[in-house]
């Protein structure tokens, strides 16, 4: 696991923008195509803005770029809290991804459904090959779950299905989700986090002892791949190492 402290989320999301533009040149001089999970919450909004202008805009092939979600609140697309929205807004739309290159997780039927058919396009693309997904982008929440991997949920035990659907009781809404394993078979995965809010559990969950059930985000251990984490210096401001 590799640590990557910034002063801010503006210099954390300078520094992730350059990192992930060189690993994207790096992957694409030995395959067609780079395939990207992002993340939704509000976190990775700054690095989505920062990646449509110069030098990224030209600098990455995005027609090259096939995106997915890590997440979806199974909510309307025109919702604000669907993260496929924000992510067009923020970057798709502005820099010019063909549609074809872009995976949603569907809001628009069952959740049961759309997570099935989900799974199908996901092995369609990785049946053949030993990763799964080129880069996985993930945020942690305060609680310390990533993805919709909620502390105390069934679902943070899931060992076989790469996408889930359930009601999440909390928040009074489905969500579909990556679970652990499809995302633990990618070739990278970086998880971004800051503000102080999130401190001791980032310490908890970079430090602690194992304890998925309540540290989902601990679940996430690359078999083959990297792990990269980003962090601001007031995350980052209990941690040890
Ligand atoms: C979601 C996300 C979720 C998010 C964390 C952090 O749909 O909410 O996928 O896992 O990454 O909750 O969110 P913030 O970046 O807003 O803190």
Redesign the pocket.
């Known amino acids: 696991m590799e640590l990557h402290i910034a002063k801010n989320t503006q210099e954390l999301s300078e520094n992730l923008a350059a990192w992930i533009s060189n690993y994207i040149q790096e992957v694409l001089q030995d395959q067609p195509i780079f395939t990207w999970a992002l ?6 909004k700054a690095l989505y803005t920062l990646l449509t202008k110069e030098p990224y805009k030209l600098m990455i092939p995005w027609n090259r770029i096939h995106f997915f ?5 199974a909510v309307p697309f025109e919702d604000e ?1 669907n ?1 496929a929205r924000m992510a067009y807004e923020t970057l798709l739309d502005v820099v010019g991804v063909p549609s074809e290159n872009i995976n949603v997780m569907r809001t628009d039927i069952e959740p049961e459904a759309a997570a099935a058919e989900y799974e199908a396009i996901l092995k369609k693309y990785f049946e053949e090959g030993d990763t799964t997904f080129d880069l996985v982008l ?5 609680d310390g ?5 909620f502390p105390g949920l069934p679902i943070v035990h899931e060992k076989k299905a790469w996408v889930k659907a359930f009601f999440l009781k909390a928040q009074d809404m489905f ?1 579909i ?1 990556l679970t652990a394993p499809v995302v633990n078979e990618a070739a990278c995965v970086v998880f ?4 102080s809010g ?1 401190a001791l559990t980032l310490k908890s969950v970079i430090e602690g002892d194992f304890d998925a059930e309540k540290y989902p985000s601990q679940l996430i251990r690359p078999q083959e791949g990297e792990l990269h984490w980003f962090v601001d210096e007031a995350a980052a401001g209990a941690l040890e190492m």
């Open positions: 993340s939704g919450g509000s976190t990775p979600w890590g997440d979806e609140r809290r993260n993930l945020g942690m929440g305060d779950h990533t993805l919709s991997l969500r989700t971004m986090a800051t503000g999130k």
